[in-house]
């Protein structure tokens, strides 16, 4: 395989700079090993049923029985702060494990989550140190990340993004050229990966040639053989059209997750009915999975090209579940092909 290389994947010592996005109810141990076995870099989220069931699962599929583990694991900062959370033991027992890295986004005080991870290196002499990602949503977030709190990667998170996100973001093609704009990569700034509604190698090429360092994907690895998403929540994703997802909080709603800002969303009424009779039928239109449902789940990247996230690539899905492998490998190739045809565009004066 060839490698990508940027600041972020020296920094990580990865082959390629795709990163799976921590998401809650998908993102376990097999995901995330999958993913930095195959060159980019997984993140776990405590969202998931058996956190601690899942470094098991990780170390067994890594091969790497005790010691540092080459993933991360991803913490909603609201979620950390909550009184008696525990998410605090939980982010304790992924820094007990020795991730490679530390996620953190959406929280009132997300410096003091880093700081606990800073103490907790200098107590336990970690080398080398356990590296902080924040997702970000502004130029203004990405100041206080980079300035205040020294952050090693930050995340432009746009509107588009699956999972939650401010309302307030820009489209991440616009985003990212603010952050690196106030972060330039020459001041030493930490390096940018884009996050929101890439599912292609040419969207890597894209946001590289932009000047991030790497892209975050969320939605597109639902799909993978080793996402904890059902088997109805795929197919609702890969039955998808372009308009199909519509950022509310419904299905916070629904689901009961509380601690979210306020927000205004679609009619939770009748999604409600809807929802219920249609996860137990497994029906792809009404089951619990697309962000047209709410903020939980799939974003734009599950109607790429206005079909369904795999139909180009994979179009009998049942028969053809792609791994977590196939996903780096298919945008790995893509995004190097794209790179290479776009060096051809340059050329001098006739
Ligand atoms: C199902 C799902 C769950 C998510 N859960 C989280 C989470 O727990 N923490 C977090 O920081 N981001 C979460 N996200 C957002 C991702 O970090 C990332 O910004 C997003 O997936 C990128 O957009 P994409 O889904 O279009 O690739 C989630 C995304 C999805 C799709």
């Known amino acids: 395989m060839s490698t990508i290389q940027t600041d972020f994947t020296r920094l990580l010592g990865i082959r390629t700079p795709i990163v799976l996005a921590p998401m809650s109810g998908a993102s376990g141990g097999a995901l995330a090993s999958e993913v930095s ?3 980019g870099f997984g993140f776990l989220a405590p969202g998931v049923e058996n956190f601690r069931d899942e470094f098991d699962v990780a170390r067994s599929i890594l091969n790497v029985p005790s010691g540092p583990l080459p993933i ?3 913490f909603l900062g609201w979620k950390l702060e909550e009184a008696r959370s525990p998410h605090v033991a939980l982010l304790e027992l992924a820094l007990e494990n020795g991730v490679r890295a530390i996620w953190l986004s959406f929280g009132e005080d997300l410096g003091r989550w880093i700081e606990l991870v800073r103490i907790h290196d200098e107590k336990s002499g ?5 590296l902080v990602f924040v997702q970000v949503n502004s130029v203004d977030e990405a100041l206080i990340a980079a300035y205040t709190w020294k952050v090693d990667v930050l995340v432009a998170q746009g509107i588009e993004s699956g999972g939650h996100g401010s309302s307030h973001a820009p489209p991440v093609l616009n985003l990212v050229p603010q952050v690196l704009s106030a972060l330039p990569p020459s001041s030493g700034a930490p390096p940018v990966l884009a996050a929101g509604g890439l599912s292609s190698g040419a969207h890597l090429a894209a946001f590289l040639t932009l000047g991030a360092a790497g892209a975050v994907v969320g939605t597109r690895f639902l799909l993978a053989e080793e996402s904890q998403y059902s088997d109805a929540q ?3 994703i890969i039955a998808a059209k372009a308009g199909s997802a519509v950022r509310s909080f419904a299905f916070d709603e629904l689901r ?3 601690g979210w800002p306020a927000g205004r969303g679609a009619d939770v009424a009748r999604i409600k009915e809807q929802v219920g009779e249609g996860s137990k039928k ?3 239109d009404t089951c619990d999975c697309l962000g047209w449902y709410g903020g939980g789940t799939a974003g734009q990247a599950s109607a790429r090209e ?3 996230v795999t139909r180009t690539s994979y ?3 049942v028969d053809c579940t792609p791994t977590n492998k196939d996903i780096v490998r298919e945008l790995h190739d893509a995004a190097v092909a794209r790179l290479e045809a776009s060096s051809v565009l340059v050329g001098d004066d006739a």
């Open 72 to 74: 991360g694991a991803g």
């Open 234 to 236: 795929k197919r609702a």
């Open 282 to 284: 497994g029906d792809p």
């Open 37 to 39: 076995l195959a060159g």
């Open 315 to 317: 179009p009998l899905w």
């Open 256 to 258: 009961g997750t509380t």
């Open 306 to 308: 206005g079909k369904g």
């Open 126 to 130: 970690k080398s080398p140190k356990t």
